[in-house]
Nanobody
Framework: VQLQASGGGLVQAGGSLRLSCAASGSIFSINVLGWYRQAPGKERELVAAITRGGTTNYADSVKGRFTISRDNAKIAVYLQMTSLKPEDTAVYYC???????????????WGQGTLVTVSS
């Protein structure tokens, strides 16, 4: 199972970016999909998560600005980021609870990360 994230880049404060993450491999089922971020010198933190049924959860710092969504058919998760702030600068990682075929159950996987830089 692999998670491939894309969509990061450099944007001015107040701008928008859309991150995408696609899962590939022998996947039987995916439960929670999420986005985390890690800024320089800080711990990795949860940004947003979405269950298979569509229930979402957001960090307080991004509520009202970021929207997470998923496409179960494409096995993908997206993060629409608006009103970006310099403090949103970080490497963003997608995360998934995956039940791969031929395995005993769900296991957590990480994507490779995509850098988001917000200039002031």
């Amino acid at each position: 199972v692999q998670l491939q994230a894309s969509g990061g880049g450099l944007v001015q404060a107040g701008g928008s970016l859309r991150l995408s993450c696609a899962a590939s491999g022998s996947i039987f089922s995916i439960n929670v999909l999420g986005w985390y971020r890690q800024a320089p010198g800080k711990e990795r933190e949860l940004v947003a998560a979405i269950t298979r049924g569509g229930t979402t959860n957001y960090a307080d710092s991004v509520k009202g600005r970021f929207t997470i969504s998923r496409d179960n058919a494409k096995i993908a998760v997206y993060l629409q980021m608006t009103s970006l702030k310099p403090e949103d600068t970080a490497v963003y990682y997608c995360n998934a609870d995956v039940f791969a075929t031929g395995t005993p159950g769900f296991r957590n996987y990480w994507g490779q990360g995509t850098l988001v830089t917000v200039s002031s």
